[in-house]
Each structure stands twice: as structure tokens, then as C-alpha cells.
């Protein structure tokens, strides 16, 4: 991939076609200000070259702002901002990743791990916020950090339901704070110190 990424630069496709590589391992993105078609071809050409595959089921040409495009697990394209209160061309969480994080929220407070202790589940679900909070920090993150937060929240009160059979609940939206304070149960805010601070 490293050879196809300097050839790129080096024959000049690079400023003919107004067209720049984004790469992360064999995941790229090629933007181009020029026609799409033709930035594909050459691609197509420099990889049969270097014998390299190009997996076609990705490979796609999306307009932008038209449309989106998804990459290294956010999708890129106009979205809605609550701080500018306009929509602006950035990347935000996909929904494929928000699902697999509720997936795996779910599979954590399953009724079947009812013998656990609180300590043990919060313990095991923090991590996992950590973890998505500290990678998906970038863009409109807010709603989906509030459709995170809610699934918690269910789901823990479905867990809690199981292990204590004749427990009263109240209604979910005052779980937060006593989810917080009794157990440390992390809720996802957005937080500017999680930002990746580049130098050029």
C-alpha cells in the first residue's frame, strides 16, 4: 500500500487529478476536485500493476455533500451540529458502530450474568464506554452519545430487574445520577480533552 500511495505522488496523479490519498493500513479514501471516473481508473491500473486486489464490494465513488461515505468507522458527510446549529461537512459515529457498542452493551448486562455483582458489570461496561468515547470523540457526537447513554441505562435496569425479582423501579431518566453515584457508572459527555491534538 505504501508503494501505491508514493506512486500516486510521484507520477502525478496526485495534482493532474486534484486527487489526494487518505489512508489508514489497506482502508483509503481517495478525494478528488476532478472526475471521479478517472482518478478510478488509474487506480485500477496502478493496482493491477503492483498486483494488489482491489475488493470491489468497497470500492464505491460517492459525491459529497451529496452523499455519504463511511470510513474507519465514521461516516463522512454533511450532519446536523447543536453547537453551530447548522449542519456542517464532517465525519460523525456510523451506525453500524453504534449498533455493534449497544450489541456489546447488551451482551455485558445480559439476564444470564444476573449472578454477577454490580461492581463487576459496571467495571466491564466502563471499559467498553472508555474505549468508544475515547475513539469516537470527533464531529456532532452528542445525540449519539444520548442514545448510548439511554441504552445503558435500559439495559442496566433490565440486569438489575433480573437479579433483584421484587424490585420497584422509577421511571429510567432519574437512573443517571444514581447510576453515577452509587455505582460509577460512566456516562458519555462530550468531552474537548478527548480531542487528538495533531502537529503538522
Known amino acids: 500500500m505504501r508503494r501505491f ?3 500516486w505522488k510521484t ?6 487529478l ?5 489512508n489508514y493500513a489497506d482502508d483509503r479514501v481517495i478525494g478528488c476536485r476532478g472526475p471521479a471516473d ?3 481508473t488509474v487506480m485500477r491500473d496502478m493496482m493491477a500493476a503492483l498486483k494488489l486486489t482491489v475488493n470491489e464490494t468497497k470500492t464505491q465513488v460517492r ?3 451529496a452523499e455519504t461515505f463511511d470510513f474507519l468507522g465514521y461516516t463522512f458527510g454533511l450532519h446536523w451540529t447543536h453547537r ?7 465525519g460523525a459515529p456510523s451506525r453500524k458502530r453504534v449498533a455493534r457498542v449497544c450489541q456489546r452493551i447488551s451482551a455485558i448486562t445480559d439476564r444470564k450474568r444476573s449472578g454477577l455483582a454490580p461492581a463487576e458489570v459496571v467495571t466491564e461496561l466502563n471499559r467498553v464506554l472508555r474505549g468508544w468515547a475515547g475513539y469516537f470523540c470527533l464531529g456532532p457526537v452528542s445525540d449519539t452519545y444520548r442514545a448510548i447513554n439511554a441504552h445503558v441505562r435500559y439495559r442496566f435496569r433490565k440486569w438489575w430487574g433480573a437479579k433483584h425479582r ?3 423501579f422509577g421511571p429510567c431518566r432519574y437512573w443517571s445520577p444514581w447510576l453515577e453515584q452509587t455505582f460509577g457508572l460512566l456516562q458519555l459527555r462530550r468531552d474537548p480533552s ?3 491534538h495533531a502537529k503538522a
Open 11 to 16: 507520477l502525478g496523479h496526485e495534482a493532474r
Open 38 to 40: 478517472q482518478a478510478m
Open 5 to 7: 500511495v508514493l506512486g
Open 84 to 90: 453551530t446549529k447548522r449542519k456542517l461537512l464532517c
Open 18 to 22: 486534484g486527487a489526494r490519498i487518505v
Open 63 to 65: 459525491q459529497v455533500p
Open 166 to 168: 421484587n424490585a420497584r
Open 194 to 196: 478527548r480531542l487528538p
